[in-house]
Every structure is written in structure tokens, then in C-alpha cells.
């Protein structure tokens, strides 16, 4: 199976600011493989059930996104230079992202979460991989009001 490395970019736009825009940013985040992707949405609820049995509960804050993105294969330079900038202090940043529950684009507060890859084609002399297979990020909603 040839291998395609023409990678297309602007699925997240990351940043340090809220301003955080597909004009304004950092990194811009490569498109994932079809079917890896999954959009998550969750709501803290403060709920109990009254002397009727019946549920009585409250939404806690906001809704709460998460991002999963996954790579069949990804170029060593795209994936090390959004992971890089993750490990330079870039724990928590913003992220610019399409919410699929509303159907609007929104900059929040968020952080990295579960990253994994696979080496492909390792060179032995230098340890280097030509590419990486099965790579997985996750960008998670600190839930900031």
C-alpha cells in the first residue's frame, strides 16, 4: 500500500491566547483518518431523586468537549512538531475548534491528553522512523467558565 504524506492541516487551530483563530495561532492540527475522530460532549450533573422517586437534578457548569483525533499514518515532522510544542510548556493551551453538537466554531481553554504512536521504517544507524502509524492525540476541555 503506497504511502500518502500530503497532509492536510486545519482540523484544530492551537494557540496561546484566546484570540486563538484559524488566523491566529500556533499550530494547526492535520485533518484525522476518516472514522478517527470521535467528538464527545459531557455534562456534570448535580441530581438526586425526590419522595416520589423522581429525578431532580441541575446541570454543574457547562457542557464539557473532547477531541479525539487519530493518524492511520502521519509524517515524523508534522507529528513532532505538534508534540514539541505540547512538551514546551504547552500543557494547557487554547484550542479553535469546530463543536459538531452546535455547529459553531469556539476557542477554549483545553489540554493534552493520552498521546501515542507507532514507528514505521526505523533507520538503525540513527533510531529514526521514515514515518508513524496509528498516532493518537486527545485535546480535552478545561471546562473554564
Known sequence: MPINLKEATGFLYLGTSPNTSKT??????????????PFTTSRLVDSARNANGTMVGRM??????????????????????????????HFTFYCHYFNFNT???????????????SPDLVERETGEPAF???A???VVDCGVI
Open 24 to 37: 491566529n495561532y500556533a499550530i494547526k492540527v492535520p485533518y484525522p483518518t476518516q472514522g478517527k475522530a
Open 60 to 89: 454543574v457548569g457547562r457542557s464539557i468537549d473532547k477531541q479525539e483525533m487519530g493518524w492511520d499514518v502521519i509524517s515524523c515532522a508534522l507529528w513532532w512538531e505538534m508534540n514539541r510544542w505540547f512538551e514546551n510548556n
Open 103 to 117: 455547529g459553531q466554531w469556539l476557542t477554549r481553554l483545553m489540554y493534552i491528553s493520552d498521546v501515542k504512536c
Open 132 to 134: 508513524l502509524r496509528d
Open 136 to 138: 493518537s492525540v486527545n
